[in-house]
């Protein structure tokens, strides 16, 4: 059973950047691969970025290609993804999640941590 810890979120004007982390207990870190999704009020759950275990692959969602960077270091068991020119659009509850298929954390991922806010000002 993994658990995954968020933090870095918080409150950053329209332009700005935020990075968030993802640390992972519970499980063999390096055999997961790992994503973002984030959820704006009354929307549903959207993919933005996973990484594969060696972070060897990586997929963005269009919306945050050029924009957010995911990383890893399974040293430390953790992830992070880097937010940059940041969008009032971009605010929203943002999760980390894992799963051992790659493709999986494009859509269902087995585990997922309980998300930390972001929230862009205009």
């Known amino acids: 059973q993994a658990h995954l810890v968020e933090s870095g979120g918080g409150l950053v004007q329209a332009g700005g950047s935020l990075r968030l982390s993802c640390t992972a207990s519970?499980?063999?870190?390096?055999?997961?691969?790992m994503g973002w999704f984030r959820q704006a009020p009354g929307k549903e759950r959207q993919f933005l970025a996973t990484?594969?275990?060696?972070?060897?692959?990586?997929y963005y969602a269009d919306s945050v290609k050029g924009r957010f960077t995911i990383s890893r270091d399974n040293a430390e068991n953790t992830i992070h993804l880097q937010m940059n020119s940041l969008k009032p659009e971009d605010t929203a509850r943002y999760y980390c999640a894992a799963d051992r298929d790659i493709q999986a954390t494009t859509k269902i991922p087995r585990y997922w941590g309980q998300g930390t806010q972001v929230t862009v000002s205009s």
């Open positions: 990484i594969s275990w060696n972070g060897g692959t990586i």
């Open positions: 519970g499980e063999t870190f390096s055999d997961y691969a």
